[in-house]
């Protein structure tokens, strides 16, 4: 009973795994086999190369504005890899690493960054959201989503992710509210990296923590050394079993850091002090991965460099391709508005059209 | 004289007006501290204090209804929202109280305040950072909806609607926070809210627009200037309320008219100001009034955005076409 053992009003961080890749919480160590653990620390590996590299990109001039996730990737990965291929993810904007875990194809989500809506097209098996850029809307999405799967009768969960600042919100409370009320089967997932933007976490609320916001709501809530992802595992299986059998939702507080910044329009220096940052990268998740991974001898050195290498290559390829294609068609702007096009529309798509043969017959 | 960019005299204005007048507060997410994502308000908590430029908790709804409470309480809130795209959870706040408020209490309550933000399309940006949504404000009946196309008029416009009692939602162009700049007079001046400005006279057609399709607009009527054609520019600057005298003027003059607007075509700014002038100057027009305008869509992210933002091109089409109608 982790939660139990963890009261949020206690003021007490759930860890399992500490900076230096030992486990200090044996008992509550989840018991996960060799090849989820790999599978974990490459996901983790592939997020943080994808990152860097855009980063570069953007950059290079050759990405639009993008948000980093680095820091983060115990966070994400630790509690999407609870979830069952039937269940739900409704994200916000920095869950890269939830994304690769669930399958979401590089392309794709690099083709949603690149500025074109066909990335945030799902195939019909992949059971995630499009990014939702408001912050804390998507939460009411989730309770909704979850509030049918109870409707319907099925064992179907539904993961939700959101930052520190969008505590603040309205739609944060609304849907912490409803979804305890209605025991709607919901892991709301606090990315608590320290910032909004400039804001840091101490100023967007008076709250001691953010787990302890769930108190009141009648749910149970935990918060969670975002960095480890053993810890973040056990407690988001943890809430997911309760999930599925008709407890309820649950609030996890990952405390984390975005150790880069909010995004590449963003110059964390002007609101954090080096000395902050320095501090967060002993903490570095995939550092205490890979430092436990090796201490087991469940990779070596040498596999690690041959994924990096691997991973970034595939990154070169596929953002190639994306940039080749990611050109938008007029039609694309118009067909998705309704399940058919307006006559309305229809008429200033061919008035369009009509400018567009004009242009080309050299404006005659 | 400082030569200002748009952005530049925005701040200019805000920190004149809160040397003027102690009552006017700033605030909003990242806007004391950081000085804005776009630093709009850079210097500001240095100058006043953080009791007079403030950051706030992620909570636009919570930054107008606190603003309405301030204002009724003695205060000139100054508010910033981060993007025209983030302006909604705040809505409620919006059409239920601060367009309220005066007609409700009977002039007992009122609301001197600013929300202000970066509105409109073309700097590639993230979903919810593009939208250019005038008329959805300028539909609410007791507020005030003001967009500057320049430095000079965002200083003055600015000033004006701080001085304002009524509440303003002041949308600035950020397109062109950056693109040119102007003399800028570090002395008081306002312009007037609700004064639209004719920027060339001719009279051929009407060109009206406002806010960063001035800048196409502009270049649109030098090309048909080129073709030895004589077009009247007009920059509204108010959208809601609208300064009908010196459009109707001008369209009784040439009989054309075409409106550009970034924002979606249909039941948008345009729709109004066609209504308006073909009730009164009807027996002038000599050609069907035209509108070059954004989709009736949602704004598409930056790969489509170049189709659906109005261009200079599209504004000298519709203008010729309209020119040439019937002749
Ligand atoms: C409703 C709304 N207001 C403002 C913004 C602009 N904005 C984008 S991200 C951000 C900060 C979000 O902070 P947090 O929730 O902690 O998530 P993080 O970005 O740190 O992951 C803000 C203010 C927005 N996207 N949506």
Redesign the pocket.
Known sequence: MIFENYNPLEEKRFQVMDETGNIVNPDLMPNLDEKTIIRMLRTMLQAREIDLKLVMYQRQGRMLTY?PNIG?EAATIGSISVLEKEDWMVP???ELGAMLWRGMPLDKMFTYWYGNERGSHMAEDLKILPVS?????QLLHAVGIAWASKLKGTTEITITY????????GDFSEAMNWAAAYQTPVLFIC???????S?P?SK?TRAHTLAQKSVAYGMPGIQVDGNDVFAMYAASMEAAERARTGGGPSLIEAYTY?MGA??TSDDPKRYRSDEELDSWKGKDPIARLTKYCLNKKLVSEEEIETWRKEYIAEVDQVFKQVEQNSDMKPEEIFENMYSKMTPQLQEELDDYKNYLAWKERGQQ | MPELNLLKAVNLALRQEMRRDERVVVYG??VGYEGG?FRATEGLQQEFGEHRSMDTP?A?SAIVGTAVGMAINGMIPVVE???G??V??AFNQIISHVARMRNRSRGRYTLPMVIRFPYGGGIRALE?HSESMEALFAHIPGIKVVIPSTPYDAKGLLSSAIRSPDPVIFMEPKRIYRAFKQEVPEDDYQIPIGKAKVEQEGTDITLIAWGAMMQETRKAAAVLSEKGLSPEVIDLRTISPYDSETLVKSVKKTGRVVIVHEEPRSFGTGSELVTMLTEKAFLYLEAPPARVTGFSTIIPLPRGEQHYLPSTERIVMKALETIQFLT
């Open positions: 948000a983060q916000a904007y920095r850029v408001p912050i804390a809307s959101f930052g520190d600042g969008a505590t603040s919100q990315q608590n990296n320290q910032f909004a933007i804001m976490r967007q975005r909010h995004t | 997410e990242d994502v992620l636009e929202m981060q993007f795209g983030f909604y959870p919810h």
